[in-house]
Nanobody, 123 residues
Framework: QVQLVESGGGLVQPGGSLRLSCAAS????????MGWYRQAPGKERELVAT???????NYADSVKGRFTISRDNAKNTVYLLMNNLKSEDTAVYYC?????????????????WGQGTQVTVSS
Protein backbone atom coordinates (compact mmCIF):
# COMPACT_ATOMS: atom_id res chain seq x y z
CA GLN A 1 0.00 0.00 0.00
CA VAL A 2 0.90 3.65 -0.34
CA GLN A 3 0.58 6.28 2.30
CA LEU A 4 1.08 10.02 2.27
CA VAL A 5 2.22 11.73 5.45
CA GLU A 6 1.85 15.47 5.76
CA SER A 7 3.66 17.88 8.02
CA GLY A 8 4.27 21.57 8.45
CA GLY A 9 0.88 22.92 9.35
CA GLY A 10 0.26 25.18 12.28
CA LEU A 11 -0.75 28.61 13.46
CA VAL A 12 0.69 31.65 11.75
CA GLN A 13 -0.08 35.35 11.75
CA PRO A 14 -1.37 37.09 8.64
CA GLY A 15 1.50 37.83 6.33
CA GLY A 16 3.51 34.94 7.65
CA SER A 17 4.73 31.83 5.91
CA LEU A 18 4.47 28.10 6.26
CA ARG A 19 5.95 25.24 4.33
CA LEU A 20 3.96 22.05 4.03
CA SER A 21 5.52 18.74 3.17
CA CYS A 22 3.96 15.50 2.04
CA ALA A 23 6.01 12.35 1.68
CA ALA A 24 4.74 9.28 -0.10
CA SER A 25 5.96 5.86 0.86
CA UNK A 26 5.16 2.28 0.02
CA UNK A 27 5.15 0.24 -3.14
CA UNK A 28 5.65 3.14 -5.51
CA UNK A 29 6.71 2.63 -9.07
CA UNK A 30 6.09 6.16 -10.24
CA UNK A 31 4.24 9.24 -9.10
CA UNK A 32 2.56 11.30 -11.76
CA UNK A 33 0.70 14.43 -10.72
CA MET A 34 0.88 15.65 -7.16
CA GLY A 35 -1.14 18.39 -5.63
CA TRP A 36 -2.51 20.21 -2.66
CA TYR A 37 -6.15 20.74 -1.82
CA ARG A 38 -7.77 22.51 1.07
CA GLN A 39 -11.10 22.63 2.79
CA ALA A 40 -12.13 25.50 5.00
CA PRO A 41 -14.99 25.30 7.50
CA GLY A 42 -18.29 25.54 5.71
CA LYS A 43 -16.69 25.40 2.27
CA GLU A 44 -16.12 22.74 -0.32
CA ARG A 45 -12.74 21.25 -0.96
CA GLU A 46 -10.80 23.22 -3.51
CA LEU A 47 -7.68 22.69 -5.51
CA VAL A 48 -4.75 24.81 -4.41
CA ALA A 49 -1.89 23.76 -6.65
CA THR A 50 -0.67 20.87 -8.73
CA UNK A 51 2.65 19.83 -10.16
CA UNK A 52 3.25 17.21 -12.81
CA UNK A 53 6.05 14.71 -12.84
CA UNK A 54 7.80 16.97 -15.31
CA UNK A 55 7.52 19.98 -13.05
CA UNK A 56 4.69 21.89 -14.68
CA UNK A 57 2.63 23.75 -12.10
CA ASN A 58 -0.85 25.16 -11.82
CA TYR A 59 -2.31 27.32 -9.09
CA ALA A 60 -5.68 28.48 -7.98
CA ASP A 61 -6.14 32.17 -8.66
CA SER A 62 -6.53 32.83 -4.96
CA VAL A 63 -2.99 31.66 -4.19
CA LYS A 64 -1.16 32.54 -7.38
CA GLY A 65 1.88 34.63 -6.63
CA ARG A 66 1.88 33.67 -2.96
CA PHE A 67 2.16 29.88 -2.92
CA THR A 68 4.78 27.72 -4.58
CA ILE A 69 4.42 24.01 -5.16
CA SER A 70 7.47 21.88 -5.75
CA ARG A 71 8.49 18.26 -5.59
CA ASP A 72 11.50 16.12 -4.93
CA ASN A 73 11.07 12.98 -6.97
CA ALA A 74 13.98 11.25 -5.29
CA LYS A 75 12.17 11.61 -1.97
CA ASN A 76 8.65 11.14 -3.32
CA THR A 77 7.79 14.38 -1.61
CA VAL A 78 5.72 17.38 -2.58
CA TYR A 79 5.99 20.75 -0.88
CA LEU A 80 3.83 23.80 -0.63
CA LEU A 81 5.51 27.02 0.35
CA MET A 82 2.88 29.48 1.48
CA ASN A 83 3.91 33.10 1.72
CA ASN A 84 1.92 36.17 2.69
CA LEU A 85 -0.73 34.05 4.31
CA LYS A 86 -4.19 35.48 4.72
CA SER A 87 -7.00 34.58 7.05
CA GLU A 88 -8.92 33.09 4.14
CA ASP A 89 -6.12 30.56 3.71
CA THR A 90 -7.21 28.92 6.95
CA ALA A 91 -8.17 25.37 6.11
CA VAL A 92 -7.22 21.77 6.37
CA TYR A 93 -4.71 21.08 3.63
CA TYR A 94 -4.58 17.69 1.95
CA CYS A 95 -1.90 16.44 -0.36
CA UNK A 96 -2.68 14.18 -3.25
CA UNK A 97 -0.54 11.94 -5.39
CA UNK A 98 -1.41 9.92 -8.44
CA UNK A 99 0.70 6.85 -7.90
CA UNK A 100 1.50 3.98 -10.19
CA UNK A 101 2.09 0.74 -8.35
CA UNK A 102 3.06 -2.72 -9.47
CA UNK A 103 1.79 -5.40 -7.17
CA UNK A 104 -0.03 -8.69 -7.35
CA UNK A 105 0.77 -8.97 -11.05
CA UNK A 106 -1.10 -5.75 -11.67
CA UNK A 107 -0.11 -2.27 -12.74
CA UNK A 108 -2.39 0.24 -11.10
CA UNK A 109 -2.79 4.00 -11.01
CA UNK A 110 -4.61 5.46 -8.07
CA UNK A 111 -5.02 8.73 -6.24
CA UNK A 112 -3.78 8.68 -2.67
CA TRP A 113 -4.50 11.31 -0.07
CA GLY A 114 -2.71 12.55 2.98
CA GLN A 115 -4.32 12.75 6.37
CA GLY A 116 -4.68 16.52 6.26
CA THR A 117 -2.83 19.20 8.16
CA GLN A 118 -4.42 22.24 9.74
CA VAL A 119 -3.29 25.68 8.68
CA THR A 120 -4.66 28.50 10.76
CA VAL A 121 -3.93 32.12 9.90
CA SER A 122 -4.90 34.40 12.73
CA SER A 123 -3.64 37.24 14.86
Amino acid sequence: QVQLVESGGGLVQPGGSLRLSCAASGSIFRINDMGWYRQAPGKERELVATVTSGGSTNYADSVKGRFTISRDNAKNTVYLLMNNLKSEDTAVYYCNARVITIAYMTISEYDYWGQGTQVTVSS
